[in-house]
Nanobody, 119 residues
Framework: QVQLVESGGGLVQPGGSLRLSCAASGRSSIALRMAWFRQAPGKEREFVASITSSGGGTIVADSVKGRFAISRDNGKNTVSLQMNSLKPEDTAVYYC????????????WGQGTQVTVSS
């Protein structure tokens, strides 16, 4: 089993920045592909970004490309999402997710952290 705990959410003004972190426990994160998803009120959960187990490859959704960046520290079993130039439409609950590199879908999820972008 893998446990994921997010932190770093909060209230920020438009144009501001936040950094989300996700701590993984239960097994070494080196065998896990990690990702961030988000879900806004009344909307379906959407993919934000993912990173390979080694950290050598990332995928970022078009809606946040150029503003968000995902990174990981396998020594600390953490993955981070740096969010810059935040917009009100980025308001959502952000979830950390993980899957074994051999799995087809994300099977481990955190409890989520709220990000609110508002003036």
């Amino acid at each position: 089993q893998v446990q994921l705990v997010e932190s770093g959410g909060g209230l920020v003004q438009p144009g501001g920045s936040l950094r989300l972190s996700c701590a993984a426990s239960g097994r070494s994160s080196i065998a896990l592909r990690m990702a961030w998803f988000r879900q806004a009120p009344g909307k379906e959960r959407e993919f934000v970004a993912s990173i390979t187990s080694s950290g050598g490859g990332t995928i970022v959704a078009d809606s946040v490309k150029g503003r968000f960046a995902i990174s990981r520290d396998n020594g600390k079993n953490t993955v981070s999402l740096q969010m810059n130039s935040l917009k009100p439409e980025d308001t959502a609950v952000y979830y950390c997710a993980a899957r074994l590199v051999t799995a087809q879908s994300y099977t481990y999820w955190g409890q989520g952290t709220q990000v609110t972008v508002s003036s």
